[in-house]
């Protein structure tokens, strides 16, 4: 196995920028929440870009962080180095001045669906476990969370995983790819 060595701040693969400036400029949406957050680059930008748009919204981030357990196959690849993650995010934001603006919630992604209500919210983007499963599990459980003419997406959309589950879940819908940022969309109906 590599040593994977300590956790650095700046292990970046945020590269959909110019989508989330959009998105945090869509009149109405009020309501985002990013799951699959890791060291938080990205929600840390969508708090900067909302707090820039004067809107009263509410930003919500979904991961495990530390609370995988020691059977996780991530845990297994990466053992005590996912523990630091969580304080390695927290530092971003703090660094950002977004600490605030931010809803932490630590557990699947399924699960926290839960707490929130059907046609709640506004953009939902999942950048989690991208394996086919997973992926499929995220956009189910998310999906009757979006509330109409709101935006469900994701980043890696070239991962055969994620291209698979969310061409099965949207047979027939349009989907939107934005290949230069390798992000999906789908508005709801």
Not at 152 to 163: A, T
Request: with cysteine; charged share 30%.
């Amino acid at each position: 196995m590599p040593d994977l060595g300590k956790v650095s701040s700046d292990e970046n693969w945020f590269t959909f920028k110019d989508f989330y400036k959009e998105a945090a400029k869509q009149p109405g949406y009020l309501t985002y929440v990013e799951v699959g957050v890791w060291k938080g680059n990205s929600v840390k930008f969508l708090a900067e870009e909302l707090k820039r748009s004067g809107k009263v919204f509410d930003l919500y981030a979904v991961d495990l962080w530390g609370d995988l357990g020691k059977e996780n196959p991530l845990w297994l690849e990466r053992g005590n180095q996912i523990e630091e993650v969580y304080d390695t995010y927290r530092e971003n934001l703090r660094k950002a001045g977004v600490s605030g603006l931010v809803k932490d919630i630590i557990g699947q992604s399924a699960k926290a669906a839960t707490l929130f209500q059907d046609e709640s919210v506004d953009f939902c983007f999942i950048d989690a476990d991208h394996r086919f499963n997973s992926v499929k599990a995220d956009i189910e459980a998310w999906l009757p969370k979006i509330k109409k003419g709101g935006l469900l997406c994701g980043h890696d959309f070239r991962s055969q995983g994620v291209f698979d589950a969310v061409n099965l879940v949207f047979l027939g819908k349009e989907i939107f790819a934005h290949h230069d940022q390798d992000v999906w969309v789908v508005q709801k109906d």
